[in-house]
């Protein structure tokens, strides 16, 4: 097949500034596999439901171009001998299993027993050589639900406010819902007012490079509307995504003008709170749950809320995630031992803290070996399905209405 260049993705370019694309070599791009609107309606026998598989155009163009920044170069850029595999492939989407988890506990039990595989790897590659390679992750059982744009609308938009609440790790997490929402891994995770920072493609989205590192504006606090996502839902009626960093000053998310007694219009719609942390407190269980946990469970509309038959909380607590093992020396606080038993230990703290229905996500086996940029900090792969199982958990607990309980909290 001639490599010709596809109309859509000559679209797709003109809707980005032409300075961006000053390196690109654009007559070497091909025709997507799949146009957009076969894959994300490609019928598969799995629950008899579609399988998603996002645009792409997007896809194929990060696989050409992608790369992570060097912190040696005087701008981001991406140069042909520092190219590195995208970390999303198409058979990232292929179900693995005979059906899809129908349950929370199914889902967690998938993520948390599932296991990576990698394609490209040879007997003689060595655990530091995969993590540089490809892998899928395969779930546990049943397969994880994934969902387009406009499915991660509707079932966010079941809730008032979607608040990311934790350390770096969580704002890649935000860039990737961004991502998820526009059905664009090349860029779609940007939100700046720096230049700079469109120069971030493919896994570059998630380095800690500060150049990299520009997301503003919107990007911290967002109604779909303003950055013309989910247009199937009315404007008056969206929710709102916040990331907001922890820093253990500034204390968590307060939720501004939210008022649980208020049973009018949207006010009923439930909070989903996303918590993770650990990293900078030396995944010390008691530090973690005291700074970021309680002030939660503490808060009065958070109280109000949860015990409030029109509104309720589903609550999501992210435990550790694995790091490469060549930073084990350098940061043994965040080694796989200490990681493990920072799981075991925050969670006897939240089953004797009388808290009830906090889901916790155990990412270990999901990101163990997982294609990462520094080595605590993953690529897009794990960034972009993250978000998938968020949306998937959310989802199901509201169905399972598996509410934040706190009349019998006492942790002091």
């Known amino acids: 097949m001639p490599r010709t260049r596809s109309k859509a993705?000559?679209?797709?370019?003109?809707?980005?500034?032409?300075?961006?694309?000053?390196?690109?070599?654009?007559?070497?791009?091909?025709?997507?596999?799949?146009?957009?609107?076969?894959?994300?309606?490609?019928?598969?026998?799995?629950?008899?439901?579609?399988?998603?598989?996002?645009?792409?155009?997007w896809l194929e163009l990060a696989q050409q171009f992608n790369f992570l920044p060097n912190s040696e170069d005087k701008e981001v850029m991406y140069t042909r001998n520092r190219s590195l595999p995208f970390s999303i492939r198409y058979e990232d989407f292929v179900p693995h299993n005979t059906r899809y988890c129908e349950t929370v506990d199914e889902l967690l039990q998938a993520i948390a027993n599932g296991k990576r595989k990698w394609k490209y790897a040879t007997d003689n590659s060595t655990f530091l050589q995969k993590e540089q390679t490809h892998s899928s992750f395969i779930p546990y059982h049943c397969d994880v639900p994934l969902h387009s744009p406009d499915q991660i609308c509707d079932i966010l938009n079941q809730f008032s406010h979607v608040v990311m609440q934790g350390d770096s790790l969580s704002r890649h997490q935000q860039g990737s819902l961004l991502m998820n929402l526009r059905d664009n891994v090349y860029n779609g995770g940007i939100q700046s007012s720096k230049p700079e920072m469109q120069r971030c493609i493919g896994d570059a989205q998630f380095s800690e490079d500060v150049r990299c590192r520009g997301n503003d504006g919107l990007f911290n606090s967002f109604r779909p509307s303003q950055l013309d996502l989910c247009p199937n839902l009315s404007k008056d009626d969206q929710f709102t995504s916040v990331f907001n960093i922890n820093r253990l000053h500034r204390g968590v998310y307060k939720f501004p003008g939210v008022n649980c007694t208020n049973n009018q219009n949207n006010n009923t719609k439930p909070l989903l709170i996303i918590a993770q942390g650990g990293v900078h407190m030396g995944y010390q269980a008691s530090a973690t749950f005291r700074s970021l946990l309680a002030p939660?469970?503490?808060?009065?509309?958070?109280?109000?809320?949860?015990?409030?038959?029109?509104?309720?909380?589903?609550?999501?607590?992210?435990?550790?995630?694995?790091?490469?093992?060549?930073?084990?020396?350098?940061?043994?606080?965040?080694?796989?031992?200490?990681?493990?038993?920072?799981?075991?230990?925050?969670?006897?703290?939240?089953?004797?803290?009388?808290?009830?229905?906090?889901?916790?996500?155990?990412?270990?086996?999901?990101?163990?070996?997982?294609?990462?940029?520094?080595?605590?900090?993953?690529?897009?792969?794990?960034?972009?399905?993250?978000?998938?199982?968020?949306?998937?958990?959310?989802?199901?607990?509201?169905?399972e209405q598996q509410w934040l309980d706190l009349e019998n909290f006492t942790f002091r």
């Open 9 to 57: 993705v000559v679209r797709a370019i003109a809707s980005l500034s032409a300075t961006i694309f000053f390196w690109l070599d654009l007559g070497h791009l091909s025709r997507a596999p799949l146009d957009h609107q076969k894959s994300t309606a490609e019928m598969h026998n799995h629950n008899a439901k579609p399988v998603f598989v996002t645009n792409q155009v």
């Open 296 to 399: 939660f469970f503490r808060d009065f509309i958070v109280q109000q809320c949860s015990a409030s038959q029109h509104h309720r909380v589903i609550f999501i607590f992210v435990s550790y995630h694995a790091q490469s093992i060549a930073y084990d020396e350098k940061y043994p606080d965040q080694a796989e031992s200490n990681g493990l038993q920072f799981n075991a230990n925050i969670q006897s703290i939240i089953n004797g803290s009388g808290v009830k229905n906090v889901t916790t996500i155990d990412w270990f086996n999901f990101t163990k070996g997982a294609m990462h940029t520094d080595g605590l900090h993953f690529a897009a792969q794990v960034n972009y399905f993250k978000v998938q199982h968020i949306v998937a958990l959310a989802d199901l607990m509201v169905r």
